[in-house]
C-alpha cells in the first residue's frame, strides 16, 4: 500500500523553478512524443521562441492548430471575456455561445451540412462520426483509404491505416477495411450494402500531403449514393483555409454527408466538431462529452474564424503557398524528389530519410514536421508574412542543398 503526503520523491521539493522544463517533463511525463531538444515558452504570430531567447519560424503550428497565429489578440480578448463571464456549460443546458457558434459553423459549411456535435478533439470527432454513422444506417462497414490517418483513439486508430500505429493495440474494432488512395475502381469494389460509411482526407496528411483526385472524390460520393453509405470527409488538419478554402472539400465540389473539424477550428483552444446534413439523427442519450461545446473554446472558435474571414485567409494560403512553391521549385535542391503543395499545407518529399534534415532545419531556425519517413511537412499559421516564407525557403533550400 502506497503511504505519503504526496509529492512522492526528494526533488519534488525544489519545484520545477530550479530546473529546466525538460527536465521536469523527464521526470513526470509519460513520454509518449519523440520530444526535440527545444523548450518553447513564447510565441507571437508566426514566431516562436526558446527559453534561451532564441526566436523560430514555427511551420508546425501545433500541428497545423495555431492557423490564427500565436498569441492572436482577438482570440486572446474572446477567451479572456469568456473567462470571466462562463467557462463551463454541459450539453444539457442551452448556451448563448455555443448557439453562436453552431450558426456560425451551418453558415460556413459545405451545403447542406446544417447540424453540428461539438467535442474536444479531431480524434473524438472521427469517433463521433464512426458512431453516428452507424446508428443512421444500422451497417457496421467502414471503408477508408491507405496512408489515411484519423487519430490514436481505439475508433480512429481502426480507420488509420499505418501498422506502426495500430500493430500494439489490437483487437482493434471490426469492420474497418482499407482501399489504395485515388484508386476509384479498388473504392467501389469495397463500398456495399453492409457499408455505414466511406472515411477519406481530401488532401491526406499525416501520409504525405497527398490530395485526392478529382475522380476519387466524385466516386466516392456516387458509391455512398448508390449504396446508401454516409461520406464522411476528414478536415481535421485542411479545414479552416489551410488548403486556400474554408474546407478542402470545396476545391473539387463534392459535399459529404459528414465533416470531421478540430486543430484550427478555435485558434488553439482544443475544440472539435462534426458537421452533418439531416440524414444523420442521433436520439439523447447515444451519445455525449462533458467539455464538448463549454463556452471557452465556442468564444475562442468564434474570435479565430471571424479573424480567418475578415483577414481573407484561404485567399492568403492560395497565395502564399504558390509563392512557396514557385521559389523553392526555382532552387531545385538536390535531395528533394518532389513538391506537393495545396494552399498553405505542403510537403517536401526527399530522396531519404527526413528526420536529420527536421533536426537541422530546427538547428537552421525553421521548425517542421515529418510526414512519413521521407516528406517534410509544412504547416506554418496563415499570418505568416512574404519574407517570413522568404526566409523559410532559404533555409530549406540550404539545408537540403
Known amino acids: 500500500m502506497k503511504t505519503g503526503t504526496g509529492g512522492g520523491s526528494p526533488d519534488h521539493a ?10 521536469v517533463e523527464r521526470r513526470y511525463a509519460l513520454e509518449v512524443y519523440p520530444k526535440r531538444d527545444i523548450t518553447i515558452v513564447k510565441g507571437r504570430g508566426a514566431e516562436v521562441w526558446d527559453d534561451r531567447g532564441r526566436r523560430y519560424i514555427d511551420c508546425v503550428a501545433g500541428i497545423g ?6 498569441a492572436n489578440p482577438a482570440v486572446a480578448e474572446a477567451v479572456a471575456e469568456q473567462a470571466r463571464t462562463l467557462v463551463t456549460c454541459p450539453g444539457i443546458f442551452y448556451n448563448d455561445t455555443r448557439a453562436r457558434l453552431l450558426e456560425k459553423l451551418a453558415a460556413i ?12 478533439s479531431g480524434a473524438e470527432a472521427v469517433e463521433a462520426a464512426i458512431k453516428f454513422a452507424r446508428l443512421t444506417t ?10 489515411g490517418f484519423h487519430g490514436r483513439t481505439l475508433g480512429a486508430l481502426s480507420a488509420t491505416h499505418k501498422e506502426a500505429y495500430r500493430d500494439a493495440f489490437r483487437p482493434l474494432v471490426p469492420d474497418f477495411s482499407f482501399v489504395p488512395f485515388n484508386n476509384p475502381e479498388r473504392l467501389r469494389g469495397a463500398v456495399g450494402e453492409d457499408t455505414a460509411a466511406v472515411l477519406m482526407e481530401p488532401v491526406q496528411g499525416e501520409g504525405g500531403i497527398r490530395p485526392a483526385t478529382l475522380e476519387f472524390l466524385e ?36 459535399v459529404p454527408d459528414m465533416l470531421c473539424l478540430a486543430k484550427a477550428i478555435a485558434g488553439g483552444v482544443p475544440l472539435g466538431a462534426v458537421l452533418a446534413d439531416d440524414r444523420v439523427q ?13 463556452p471557452l473554446a465556442c468564444a475562442a472558435a468564434l474570435a479565430a474564424i471571424g479573424f480567418m474571414e475578415g483577414e481573407r485567409f484561404a485567399e ?26 495545396v494552399g498553405l499545407m505542403i510537403g517536401v518529399e526527399l530522396r531519404e530519410r527526413v528526420r536529420p534534415y527536421v533536426e537541422a532545419l530546427g538547428a537552421a531556425g525553421v521548425l517542421t514536421l515529418p510526414a512519413g519517413t521521407t516528406v517534410i511537412r509544412v504547416l506554418p499559421p496563415l499570418v505568416i508574412t512574404e519574407e517570413q516564407i522568404d526566409e523559410v525557403v532559404e533555409v530549406m533550400v540550404r539545408v537540403l542543398e
Open 316 to 341: 492568403r494560403a492560395e497565395v502564399l503557398g504558390a509563392r512557396f512553391r514557385e521559389r523553392f521549385a526555382s532552387a531545385k535542391p538536390k535531395r528533394v524528389r518532389a513538391v506537393r503543395q
Open 138 to 147: 444500422g451497417r457496421t462497414g467502414i471503408v477508408s483509404a491507405m496512408r
Open 219 to 254: 466516386a466516392a460520393r456516387k458509391v455512398c449514393d448508390e449504396t446508401g453509405a454516409l461520406l464522411v470527409f476528414d478536415e481535421i488538419q485542411t479545414g479552416f483555409c489551410r488548403t486556400g478554402r474554408m474546407f478542402a472539400c470545396e476545391r473539387y465540389g463534392v
Open 282 to 294: 442521433v436520439p439523447p442519450g447515444k451519445h455525449g462529452t462533458t467539455y464538448g461545446g463549454n
Open 65 to 70: 492548430v495555431a492557423s490564427v497565429g500565436h
Open 14 to 23: 525544489g519545484g520545477a523553478a530550479a530546473r529546466s522544463a525538460a527536465e
Open 109 to 120: 459549411a459545405p451545403g447542406g451540412l446544417s447540424r453540428g456535435f461539438l467535442c474536444n
